[in-house]
């Protein structure tokens, strides 16, 4: 079946991805910006030395070569930093908070950047202006009355950079809990806490330059066109130079299927374009765990054909001798997982498996790439695993052109980890602190995004910061995430634009407008730099270009969080004002605890940055038996949730909740999703046009949708728009964060603690008062 045109609104995308159809796009946010040619020096300078880092995704750059580096993705999400518009103490004398409530998402960051400090007024439910030391002395006010610094949730979302996310845990662990709730605890956190059993640290393994030997790259569970466009290049070159790019995706991205490149005049001229993909398998949603152990059991089956033969080993013997501990018990479960079982769960069939199964073991090089589809599922840690196990089978990592590739998502998301944001810090940073600070740090863990939202719904968490992101939106279950941030005595946003987060509002609420990557950073000893790390530990140095809107009343987010620190705690543990005086100063202090950095300001002068190394890249295992481990772990039963299958109920489709073209998470740039075909709307709902019609409904129908669970809630979502969309069957997709009502508070992966976002059992309906759109 083909994409089918339904609505009016809705075309099926014939261009290839970026190209023409990208750059038109670029233009109109360029325009809108209403400081176009400023923003065209700012995007020259993206990703430049000397330039400041791009805002939008973690994908590093090649240090070498001096091009030009940005995407259209990445230049829409400098524009919207970079407007004129403000949103001042006069904007907000003339919106009530419940009238702002109102609006739409895309509507709220549209009005421009904060520029002032603004503290909530319950009685006339607006924002008046504060000074930015009335608003630390009431931060320490909540924070000093509270029974125990535990009571206070402390939020970072993954744009920080290293230095403000340094002073950050620093002043937090002085103040005393590790309460870190991040973005990554919705994001990546499965990538971590599985790759640090398997491999000893969880960050990937590769670097740029490992994607030009790779002989194959497997692309999982990850939109690259849309949210990684800069790495469709070095999947493109792959392709021509003969290697393999695998995906395994139910949706066939466009991304993935065919690629322009904005920067090739020709290409864009003639509007050729070539296959980038040589094969596409379109799972089951998490089904990813079963093709993978498909493939290792056929890995297995050859390797003892091969033994039986004579002929060359399959498995690389050497290696695993050499480096990993469990083989047996591994291949023993390997043994024990049934084909029919594989097969069911995959959603793929036992040829199809095959064929991939041949085309890892074609290559010599393999490097596998992953992102959301993988990590937002009840078993992603599991999957992940299975992903390191077949890769230690043939020694694929920790050699060139081979490895392991959590594909990051927000720009400095790794580096805020590495910083200490962690709520279950390891002891080795917790005791350099220590040392390095003289004071003695909390050693309990503290609350995940999860716990954090469960903590304040039970009013045991009374205090909310969030340095960056929208928490309100960002997190599943609204209603209740909604109902835990006003429970809050105090909720603190700092932040770039007004969204959804600065209406949720406790009993006292604070606006903290912050500079943004794009802005000149200007402190008592000149202009300052941050620095970053993206998904290949590369760190480099980020200098903003654009003079701030309101140089006096915005502050840099180091600024805000050592207000805040100074206010509540004094000159305790460090003088905080002589080190927002210069940020040299904040990165000898990084130098002095955070493992890899020594000599930090002397090496990140360096043009490109430098790499923080990687031990599974160097094949050193810290893991707690010093080698690699295959972990064991059975495929789950059912992925249907065992408090759902209990209840009795059966779901109609299982529904993913994903990115547009037109969005940077909650951040909504526009109504189109253009890949996809969508225009001028986001309140869609793909589904299989068979499904759609087993479910007595017609494409283009309005619908709503509810969740299944077991706790008696109702979750809700009405008013969607039923697509036919090419999307195999049992299956549906729809725009987070507009879905995030459906995602259970409880529905989350086993040891991530990470919604279950691309898993939701739903059931689907005609909305009351339905209509039916004509087909156009
Ligand atoms: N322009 C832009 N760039 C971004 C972002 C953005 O919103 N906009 N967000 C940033 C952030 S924070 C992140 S984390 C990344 C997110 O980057 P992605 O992970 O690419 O984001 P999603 O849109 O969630 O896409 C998930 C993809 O996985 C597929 N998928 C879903 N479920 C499954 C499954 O069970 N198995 C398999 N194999 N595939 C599945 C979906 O069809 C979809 O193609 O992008 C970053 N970059
Ligand atoms: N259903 C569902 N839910 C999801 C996901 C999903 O796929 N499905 N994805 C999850 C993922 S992967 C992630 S990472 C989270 C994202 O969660 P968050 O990181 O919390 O959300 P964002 O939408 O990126 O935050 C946008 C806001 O950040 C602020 N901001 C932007 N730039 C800056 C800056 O430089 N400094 C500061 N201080 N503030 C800034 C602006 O005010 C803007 O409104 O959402 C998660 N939620
Ligand atoms: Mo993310």
Redo the contacts with the bound molecule.
Sequence with gaps: MSLQPIDPRYKPYNGPAAGWGALKSVTRFWLDSKQPFKNLRALLKTNQNGGFDC?GCAWGDSPEDGHIKFCENGAKAVNW?ATKRRVDASFFARHTVSQLREQSDYWL?YQGR?THPMRYDAATDRYLPVTWDDAFALIAQHLKALESPNQAEF?T????SNEAAFLYQLFVRAFGTNNFPD??N???EASGTALIQSVGIGKGTVTFADFEHADAIFVLGQNPGTNHPRMLDPLREAVKRGAQVVCFNPLKERGLERFQHPQHALEMLTNGSEPLNTAFFRPALGGDMAAIRGIAKFLLQWEREAKDKGEPAVFDHAFIAEHTDGLQAYLDEVDATDWAHIEQQSGLSLNEIEQAARMYRRAERVIICWA?GI??HHHSVATIQEIANLQLLRGQIGRPGAGLCPVR??SN?QGDRTMGINDRPPAALLDAIEKRFGFSVPRADGHNTIEAINAMLDGQAKVFI??????A????DSPRTHQALQSCNLTV???????R?HLTVGKDALILP????TDIDRQANGPQAVTVEDSFSMIHASFGQLEPLSGSDMRS?PAIVAGIAKATLGNYPVNWDALIADYDRIRDLIADTIAGFQDFNKRVAHPGGFYLGNSAAARTWKTSVGRAMFKANALPQNLIHERIRGSGQQPDLILQ???SHDQ????IYGLDDRYRGVSGQRHVVFANEADIHRLGLTPGQKVDMLSLWDDGIERKVEGFTLLAFDIPSGQAAAY??E??PL?PLDSVGVGSHT?T??FVAIRILPSRGNNVLAAG
């Design positions: 805002p930093e960051e904060l939020y979302s993954g744009r920080a973005c990554s919705m994001c990546h959301m990590t937002q998502g927000h998301v969030g340095l960056g992101g929208n928490f939106q960002a997190t599943p946003q700092i932040s770039t634009k007004l969204n987060s912050c500079l943004g990557r987010e909740t994903l990115r940077y998470n909650t951040t987070y964060p879905t995030n995602v919604p976002s691309k």
